[in-house]
Structures are given as C-alpha cells and as structure tokens.
C-alpha cells in the first residue's frame, strides 16, 4: 500500500490539533460517545504509520521538508526512521486508548472537553517532537509539551496540590528547554546545519574538542529534566495530581519518554565517549535505585507507579549510557514494554479508585470477584513489569542483561544495580497485580464494581499486545525493535530475540536471581516500608525533637493527642530535606530575591529613574570609543550658503530658549521652534517626506503638550534647586556629546551602501511602490511601524485617562 506523503504529513501534524479544536463542542453535545469519535483521529494515524513499518525496516526512511525561512537555511523537516516510528506508533495507539477512557472517566465533569482538548493538543505536540528532522522544530515542540502538560496536570485547578504539581513541572522542564535551545543553537554553529540526520554523521562536533563537553551538557540537562532523572526527579510524582488518564499517558509513552527520546536520538552523535558514558550509567544508576526503593515506601497506587517510572527512565538511561548494538536493542524492547504495562496499570488504578473509592493498597484487598477484568489486565500488566515469559517485559529483560558484561569492577557494579534495580520493579508488579485483587475482600468508600468497556478495553488490548508477541516475536524484533536500535546506534543491527533459554549464559543466571530477590522483598514488604518510614537521619531526628517541644508549648491545647500527632507530622516535615522541600526554597529564595531587587530599582521615583537611565546610556555610548581608542576627527565644516548657517543658528537658539524658558509654556513653544528648525534643516538638505514628518510630529506635540498643561493646571513654572538644575545639565550635556561622538565616528567610516541599493532595486519590483520612504516604511519595517502607531496610540489613551480622572476628581470636589 503506499501513501502519499504530503498528505500524510500534513494530516499526521495537523489533525490532533484540529481534533483539539472540535473536543469541547463534541464532548458537549455527544456525551460519552464522542470519545469513540475523537479516538478515531489517533486512531487514523496509528494505522497510516503501520504502512510505513515495511519501508522503514527496510532502510528507508520517510522525509518531509518545508522551507521555512530559506535565507537562514531553517526548514521544517520532518522523519520517520525506526525510532522515531515505534515512538510515533506508542504515541497514537496508547493515545486511542486513553481518549476513549478519558470521555467515560470524567462522564459527569464539567469541563470533561477542555481536557479531551487539552490531551489532543499535547498529543499533537508529542508526534511533532518525535518526528521532527530539524533542531528548530523539535525545539518548538519539546516546548509546547512542556505547555500542554502544565494545563493537564493542573487540570483541577482549584487544588493547591495540582496549581503546585502543574507549576513544577513546567519550571523544571523549561529549564531543560532553555538547555536545549542552547545545545541546538552550539550545534548549528558547530556543525552549520539545523537538521539532525545530518549532524548524526558530522565529524565536526567531535574534531572541535572545546564544543563537545558543552553540547553534551546541555543536551544531558533538557534530557535528565523532561525524564526526571535525579537530582529533577521531584516534579513527576507531584504530577500524578493530574486526573488518572493524564498519568497513564504521559508517564508511559509520551512526555517522560521524551528525554530519553532525546538522547536516543543524539546517540550516534554524542556516544562513545567517557563522559557520555559516565554521567549516563551514573545518574541513570542513581535514578533506577532512588525510584525503586521510593516505590516501597508509598502506599498511594499511583504514586507507587510514579516511582516506578521515574526507576524505569533511569533504567532506560543507564543502557543508553553502556552503548553497543545489545544495549540499543534493550532499550527499544524496553521501551515497548514499558508503555504498554505501565499505561495499563495506571488505567487499572484509575478503574479500582472509579470502583471503589480508595487508591490506598493497604486498604484494598478481595477484588478478583467483583473486577474480574481488571484483575486479568492487572495480571497480564504486572507478571510483563515482573518479567516473565512469554511476555513483553521478559524480552527487554534478557536484553538488559545481554548487554552487561562482568569484565571489569564496573561491569560488575552494573550487574549488581540493575538486577536489584530489575528485582524492585519486579516487586511493584507483584504487589499491583496480587495485594488488591487476593485475599478477603475488604471494606472500601464505594461498594465495589467492575468499570465499564470503554475504561478496561484499552488496558484489556495492551495486556493481550504484551502477550501476542509469543506468535510473532521473529516479525516483531525485525521490524519494530532492529530499526529502532539501529537508530539509535547510527548502523544496521540484527534482531536476535527468541524465547531460547541458554542455562549457559550469564542473562538465564541473573533473571533467576531478580526474580528470587523481587519476591523476597515482596514477602517483607510491609516491614521495609515500615522501616524506610522510620529511617530519619539522626540530625533530623534531634530537630524534629526540638521543633517538636517548641511547637507544642506553643499549642493553643498542648498535650492532647490529635494536636501533638499534627505537631510531629508537620515538624517532621520540615526538619527532613528533600529535593521537593528544596524546589520550594530555591522558588521562595526567588521571589524574595526578585522583591528586594524590585525595591532597589523600583523605588518610585521617577525622576531618579531617569537620571540613571540617560547615565547609563552615555556610559554604553563611550565606553566602546575610550576600550578600543577609536574617537573620531573634529569635523571641518566648509562654507555653506547663509540660509543653512541660519537654520543651525535658529535651532541652537531653540535649545537656549529651552533652558532658560521662564515658564512651562515658554518652554514648549521653543521645543517646537528647535523641532522646526530640524525640520528645516531635512528641507535643506533634500529630505522633504523626513521634513514633513518632523513638522507634523512637533506641531503635535506642542499642540498635545499644551492641551495637556492647561487641562491638569500645572503650575506655570518648575522651580528646581541648583544642584538638580546642575545635575541635569551636566547629564544632558554628557548624553549630547557621546551621541556627537559616536554619530561623527559612524559618518567618519567607510559608507555601506548594499541596504541603500537593496531598497532602490526591490521597493518597485517587490513592494511596488515609487517612494522609497514610504515603502520602507510600510513594507520593509512595517511591524516597526505598526508598534510606533501602537504606542502613539496608547500614550493617547494614557492622556485621555489623566483628563477624564481630572474632571472626574473634580466634580466629586464639587
């Protein structure tokens, strides 16, 4: 089957923003059915990608480029290679899914459209991240997730929990855009090219050793940001304060992902190296052990499964980090498997809380019976998260530890974090899977039920997707995961999954052993989670001590129970630093470092505002003329006819009778005679549009000037002490000579005419139009133009403001 590919693209980009724009009005009128509808879109696109997987395993990737700005090289490009394919695929097939579940979710919600919106806009977003070829483009998009996952996490605005979540979010993640935007424009300066296919295959950022270590840092801080690797690790459990549909999405397939995306995408150009190595296995380490054993403690389902996502990105991370073509096959198998069960087990969350009005695992237990098929989702999602064959997790597992080797100490150390890291992901799983569903049935808020087709359908299919790989897992590797690793290692590499069990090999010895260390902790859970509620370091401990004795002498009703335990609680919350506690003091430290700048700089006072604005301006005027040396010639003037000596004479006198105006008025009137005689002067000299201008804009101004002193009954004269008469003169005349100097040091260089000649040649041609003034004007500076007019425009109103206050202040006198 082929396809035409403009037409793809433009309905691959362009329709979930469209279906964005129709959300509200169909949500509204259509009730639950209109998610059927809306899913169609992602739907559409899911099956439209399916017909490239062919070609693109193949070798041969779609491309699409649209000149945008040509003069500056910038284009919109666009690819599907197998990365960015299988990413694509995830985005719109979850995606489907999560539409349909959305619509029935929030059924009886007000504003159920917006966020049916708001979930199309960021999946819009998402496929122009992934399928962006140019740094200019991907930038844009990166940005725009960042945008629209601020209005879904902060879907519920009116909680403090979801304004901070949502806020959170979007400063850690616009830090990483900044990052990016950084790297990109480095790497274009490096490189000369803006599209990333090419810079993959350049020598050029590695032949120029000084740009290497900075790309790598700013491509490594947009990625450790957007997937919430540690120390930014904080912002993505606060964002499970999002509705559940909005977890599931973003938190599997979509924004998380897309710093691993990232660096995925910037391996062949970036990898290889000790320091991508490095901080990569590091951190990516240090994020797989943080989320999983953080995961233990929670008791929340979905921050139990935040956690282990933030373990799974790090997970990612760290292969990315070891590199090779097993590494690269991990991480696609990887990948795979962690959408789909992380995005069903999050929906499963969302049907047990719809069901029975609890997320609390220790309060839930006995549902087997009554959510049957939220069970077998359950089951099918945690035994892939746990690793066992025939599913999807059991191949990414075998991959991982295909791509590991016991060589050296660190080869081992890597062994050891990624089985325990494996083992605590395992334990998740389990407890997912069997602590809600086994056991008596508990007493819940709500009578428990089953969740009805349209919210257990999707996490119904990605269970059975997990599981259908046994029939094709051949197909599977080779068109899927090979062109995704070749990607992402910048070569061809072969597919070699199976379900063959070699007891020889080191992964059979190392899946045994996660398996076995996963269900030991999981049979000790609940005294881990005990234990890690308990481990409060001993600087803490004596704080929270003392904070507690001081809160309580305090207390209105010291040493009742309630009032003690709330003392300790919130006490303890405070004495005990966290990443989280630390966001909220560097935004605190923020704001009250920007309220005392604003109080320096701010302080009212208009005129000492001025006086250090013109003072700063002749120091920027000087400085570049005293630092290189460079003052200009005193000019010669030759003789000129007596009328042109008469109009500099007539506006030299309009400044003096500026200065030494009697009144207010006075001084009005010889501004606009100095205004005339400058008009004049353009006369003169053969400017007549320029001369009519001038004399337009000042014969307003005195006019304006004018009205506005007799309407506000200013006093007629403006008494000022000597020292402030000498101030301003001496910054007047300071402000005059530096623009005198710089202006004679511009005349005194070579004249370039080329913009001159531009606009003579293209003012007809282009702009059609015979005045040159007028069309520059108009045409070539016409958003100049346009705010020139705004301001006008606006001073106007201010004006009109002041005058109807004055009148209105004097009839309540009245």
């Known amino acids: 089957m082929t396809l035409n590919f403009d037409i793809f693209a433009i309905a691959l980009l362009l329709s979930p923003f469209a279906a964005a724009l129709l959300a509200p009005a169909m949500c509204r009128h259509g009730g639950v059915a209109a998610g059927w509808g809306l899913a169609l879109v992602p739907a559409a696109l899911f099956v439209a990608l399916l017909t490239t997987v062919e070609g693109v395993a193949a070798g041969r990737p779609v491309r699409l480029a649209i000149d945008w700005v040509p003069a500056l090289d910038l284009r919109l490009s666009f690819l599907i290679d197998g990365l960015s394919l299988v990413f694509a695929l995830a985005i719109t097939g979850i995606g489907a899914f999560i539409v349909i579940y959305s619509t029935s979710y929030l059924h009886d919600h007000r504003h159920r459209g917006r966020f049916i919106a708001f979930l199309l806009l960021f999946m819009g977003a998402m496929l122009g991240l992934v399928l962006s070829d140019s740094l200019v483009g991907l930038f844009v998009f990166w940005e725009l997730t960042s945008v629209?996952?601020?209005?879904?996490?902060?879907?519920?605005?009116?909680?403090?929990?979801?304004?901070?979540?949502?806020?959170?979010a979007l400063i850690v993640t616009g830090i990483g855009g900044l990052a990016l935007m950084a790297g990109g424009v480095l790497l274009h300066h490096v490189a000369g090219t803006w599209t990333i296919s090419d810079l993959a295959y350049s020598p050029t950022l590695r032949e120029a050793g000084w740009s290497y270590p900075w790309v790598l840092g700013f491509i490594v801080v947009a990625a450790f940001t957007k997937s919430a690797q540690w120390p930014f690790h904080f912002w993505l459990p606060n964002a499970m304060e999002a509705p559940t549909p909005v977890s599931a999405y973003l938190h599997s397939a979509t924004m998380v992902q897309a710093g691993v995306y990232l660096l995925a995408r910037m391996s062949p150009l970036l990898a290889g190296t000790p320091q991508w190595q490095a901080l990569l296995c590091s951190f990516g380490a240090i994020t797989l052990l943080w989320g999983g054993v953080a995961a233990l403690r929670q008791t929340d389902l979905k921050q139990i499964l935040a956690q282990t996502t933030i373990a799974s990105l790090g997970l990612s991370v760290m292969l990315l980090g070891i590199g090779g073509e097993t590494a690269a096959m991990a991480v696609a198998a990887y990948f795979v498997a962690h959408a789909l069960y992380k995005a069903a087990l999050f929906l499963v969350t969302g049907i047990i809380d719809h069901g029975t009005g609890t997320r609390d695992i220790t309060a839930l237990g006995g549902l087997r019976d009554t959510l049957t098929i939220t069970f077998i989702c359950a089951a099918l999602a945690g035994l892939s998260m746990f690793g066992i064959p025939p599913l999807l997790g059991y191949l990414a597992k075998e991959e991982m530890y295909a791509a590991l080797s016991a060589g050296d100490v660190w080869g081992i150390v890597a062994i050891v974090v990624m089985v325990l890291g494996n083992a605590l992901l395992g334990v998740v799983g389990l407890a997912v899977m069997i602590r809600p569903f086994m056991g008596p049935l508990r007493p819940t808020p709500l009578a428990p039920h089953e969740g009805d087709f349209a919210l257990w359908i999707g996490p119904a299919l990605f269970g059975l997707a997990s599981l259908a790989v046994l029939f094709a897992v051949s197909s599977y590797g080779e068109l899927f995961l090979a062109p995704m690793a070749s990607s992402i290692a910048g070569h061809p590499v072969d597919s070699h999954l199976g379900f063959a069990v070699d007891f020889g090999a080191l992964p059979v010895w190392l899946s045994l052993a996660t398996w076995a260390l996963?269900?030991?902790?999981?049979?000790?859970r609940d005294w881990i989670r005990a234990a890690i509620a308990k481990s409060v370091p001993s600087r803490a401990g004596k704080l929270v001590r003392r904070r507690r004795a001081r809160a309580v002498s305090r207390a209105t009703a010291p040493g009742e129970p309630e009032v003690e335990a709330e003392?300790?609680?919130?006490?303890?919350?405070r004495a005990v630093w966290t990443w989280d506690r630390g966001f909220d003091q560097a935004m605190f430290g923020l704001i009250r470092a920007a309220g005392g700048w604003t109080r320096v700089f701010h302080h009212g006072r208009l005129e000492l505002h001025v006086v250090v604005a013109f003072?700063?301006?002749?120091?920027?005027?000087?400085?570049?003329?005293?630092?290189?040396?460079?003052?200009?010639?005193?000019?010669?003037?030759?003789?000129?006819?007596?009328?042109?000596w008469g109009v500099i004479a007539m506006a030299a006198i309009g400044v003096v009778m500026v200065v030494l105006a009697p009144s207010r008025l006075g001084a009005i009137i010889a501004l606009g005679v100095q205004g005339l005689a400058v008009a004049l002067i353009f006369m003169v000299f053969g400017a007549p549009d320029l001369a009519f201008t001038q004399l337009m804009v000042e014969t307003l101004s005195v006019v304006i000037l004018a009205l506005v002193m007799t309407r506000l009954r200013l006093s007629t004269r403006d008494p000022r002490p000597y020292e402030d008469l000498a101030r301003d003169g001496l910054l007047a005349l300071l402000i005059g000579g530096s623009v005198s100097l710089l202006l004679l040091r511009v005349l005194q260089?070579?004249?370039?005419?080329?913009?001159?000649?531009?606009?003579?040649?293209?003012?007809v041609e282009i702009a059609h139009g015979h005045n040159i003034v007028n069309v520059i004007l108009v045409d070539y500076r016409g958003l100049d133009t346009l705010g020139e007019i705004s301001v006008v425009m606006t001073a106007g109103i201010a004006v009109l403001a002041l005058l109807r206050r004055q009148r209105k202040r004097k009839a309540v006198a009245a």
Request: with cysteine; hydrophobic share 50%.
């Open 615 to 644: 003072a700063c301006l002749a120091i920027v005027l000087v400085t570049p003329l005293w630092a290189m040396n460079d003052w200009p010639a005193l000019p010669h003037f030759a003789g000129g006819a007596f009328y042109e």
């Open 567 to 573: 003392l300790d609680r919130s006490v303890e919350e």
């Open 148 to 168: 629209t996952s601020f209005l879904l996490i902060g879907f519920d605005h009116e909680r403090e929990a979801a304004r901070r979540g949502a806020i959170q």
């Open 749 to 763: 260089g070579a004249f370039d005419g080329r913009l001159s000649e531009f606009f003579a040649r293209t003012s």
């Open 518 to 524: 996963a269900i030991g902790i999981y049979w000790q």
